[in-house]
């Protein structure tokens, strides 16, 4: 790796993800003990898509959300956006295998500066990628303005549990087996970045308080394995405000 592109490909970065796209999900199902994906279909429910729904999904990755999304709400059609070339073009592959090109459009692009009109989509979700955002309050700001009245935003995120027993073992979990199980098994360094970036998310509450400072009624915050992860289920103030 050049000193150029260890500059460039900063933790969460486009950059960063393209390194390890190829062995993303299946990294992604070892080190959440195969939860990962039951955690995304809650957050699939949780925005009680009506029918033909546009959803957004951002950081949508090698797009296992939006073909969930896909897959459980059938007449429902996804937009789904990632900084990362790299994991995009793993996406579209599984996308086209698929078979859903038709109701899936995966695009480049920043959650920050959303390329869509207001109130033009049904719901949004991101899953594990707030986290990498320089700029969440913008990010949320710019999820609200693109939500129609009515419609929910769903954030799931990995978080690092602070109380109890079973907090203990999940931040042993996160600090010591993660950065070296991904690492591993992914044979590069930016697992270390996972950890510590869950580290530096703010609590459940704190991020719920950002959220509502950026526009957004808070519904739910409900956490999943002993608080190793965190669904944040959200309406935009505009659908409170018009109801």
Do not use: C
């Amino acid at each position: 790796m050049t000193a150029e592109h260890q500059t460039t490909a900063r933790g969460g970065s486009g950059l960063m993800f393209d390194a390890i796209a190829e062995r993303y999900d299946f990294v992604n199902r070892v080190l959440s003990l195969g939860m990962d994906q039951s955690w995304r279909r809650r957050a699939v429910r949780a925005l009680e898509l009506p029918d033909n729904a546009t959803v957004l999904d951002l950081a949508t990755g090698t797009g296992d959300l939006a073909i969930l999304i896909a897959r459980m709400a059938p007449t429902a059609n996804v937009i789904g956006i990632d900084p990362s070339s790299g994991m995009l073009q793993v996406g579209r592959t599984k996308v086209e295998q698929q078979h859903l090109k038709d109701r899936i459009d995966l695009r480049e692009g920043d959650a920050q500066f959303l390329d869509l009109p207001d109130q033009s989509v049904n719901a949004v979700t991101i899953a594990f990628g707030i986290r990498n955002v320089p700029d969440r309050p913008k990010a949320l700001r710019e999820m609200a303005r693109v939500t129609k009245p009515g419609g929910r935003i769903a954030v799931l995120e990995l978080s690092e549990p602070k109380d109890g027993a079973m907090g203990a073992l999940a931040r042993f979990y996160v600090r010591g087996i993660v950065p070296r199980v991904g690492g591993t098994l992914s044979g590069k360094r930016e697992y270390r970045y996972l950890q510590e970036s869950i580290a530096r998310f703010p609590p459940p509450e704190e991020f719920a308080g950002i959220m509502r400072n950026s526009g957004l009624t808070v519904l739910q915050v409900t956490p999943l394995m002993f608080g190793a992860a965190i669904l944040f289920v959200a309406t935009p103030e505009h659908s409170t405000a018009q109801g």
